[in-house]
């Protein structure tokens, strides 16, 4: 295509006023020199290629700018999310009550720890039972993060309501708190799937960091029963081969306890109980009932 004399090419619109500049120059010069006639065809074509790159890179930037714009804001909402939960959670831990039961036929004990354990605001006594068979029956109507249960009580005890409590609610966190400072009971307790074992000559204070110590996960012993466990796994006294239930019925047989009675607390039939005596006194090569208190004194299980 060869344009006449002084008639100047459409070119398309572009904002680009240097390179229209160097065009326009490049066909003057052409002109002024007597050059050959001047291809504009060939000159709108490359002018028109180039516009075509520079608009390419153009959109190819926007695009890379967008992409970039939207993994920049995924990340910042990432962040947030995760700024967001974690002080959440801080929220909810420093404002959730851990609702606590106390289990003990003293009432004066009862109201003497709940002072101590509701010092800390995070943590409430919402049920108080006095028998073992009390806080059985208020777990169904009154669910609790903890129960604090003493092991000495009238009725079924401290063992059976353990036993009871944790095979009907398996996820229930119980903490020990008695004045029994052996180890074997200890043991016994723990086997039967309590969270802790603490005795009461320990300061009342101490609690409360055993009670986020079991809400941890955690077991916490009190530091004679710690040691003393640790002398019973080397020591391992007769008693030890006892079975839970059958240490259970042990200890209620050298209190002097009647089979009758140990049937009726325990659920059990007088066969069966009788059943556990000859077992016990078997295992332990004793005889008559005086033999076995003799030996849960000896042994400081009484």
Known sequence: MVLPIGEIPKLPPTNRRREKCFYFYNLLLAGCLGSAPIDAGRGLRQYADSCDRWAAARREAASLRRVTSVLQAQVLMAITIVIAFFYSA?????????????????????AGYKRFIELDPALRVVAEASSGEDAYFMLASHPVDLVIM???????????????????????????????????????????????????????????????DVMQGGTPLSDDIASSLQELEQQSPPHQSLLPREFEVFIRLARGESIDDISQDLHLSLKTTANYQATIRKKLNLGSGFELHQYAKDHGLL
């Not at 959730?96 to 003293?106: Q, T």
């Not at 016994?188 to 802790?196: K, M, V």
């Open 150 to 212: 003493d092991l000495s009580m009238p009725g079924q005890g401290g063992f059976e309501t353990l036993r009871r409590i944790v095979k009907r609610f398996p996820e229930q966190k119980v903490l020990i708190f008695t004045m029994h400072e052996n180890a074997s009971i200890a043991r016994q307790a723990l086997q039967l799937g309590a969270c802790g074992y603490l005795t009461k000559n320990m300061p009342p204070d101490l609690i409360v960091g055993a009670i986020r």
């Open 90 to 110: 801080t929220a909810f831990m420093s404002t959730h009550e851990i609702r606590v039961m106390l289990v003990d036929d003293h009432a004066v004990v009862r």
